[in-house]
Nanobody, 115 residues
Framework: QVRLVESGGGLVQAGGSLRLSCTAS????????MSWYRQTPGKQRELVAT???????NYADSVKGRCTISRDNAKNTVYLQMNSLKPEDTAVYYC?????????WGQGTQVSVSS
């Protein structure tokens, strides 16, 4: 059974930092592309960042320069370091994995940024 479990969300003041973690089980982690998405009520889920199995990264323009995605294949974990957080970063953040046609979502972790 594939599981993606996020952690690290919480309430932080604007300008603060958080590090989200997503630990996977039931998959051969290192061959998967891993991503973080976020969603606010009434809006579509949007891509925040991706790290490929080869370590290439891609970021949404809205977080570029403030967020860093990384992975530790030995721990089956992907991270999202978020700095200089803004109130508009408030959302539920989801971990996502993809290998060819095989995809799964985590359950999400809430990030709330107060002004």
């Amino acid at each position: 059974q594939v599981r993606l479990v996020e952690s690290g969300g919480g309430l932080v003041q604007a300008g603060g930092s958080l590090r989200l973690s997503c630990t996977a089980s039931g998959i051969f982690f290192r061959i998967n592309d891993m991503s973080w998405y976020r969603q606010t009520p009434g809006k579509q889920r949007e891509l925040v960042a991706t790290i490929t199995s080869g370590g290439n990264t891609n970021y949404a323009d809205s977080v570029k320069g403030r967020c860093t995605i990384s992975r530790d294949n030995a721990k089956n974990t992907v991270y999202l370091q978020m700095n200089s957080l803004k109130p508009e970063d408030t959302a539920v953040y989801y971990c996502y994995r993809q290998f060819r046609a095989f995809t799964e979502w985590g359950q999400g972790t809430q990030v709330s940024v107060s002004s």
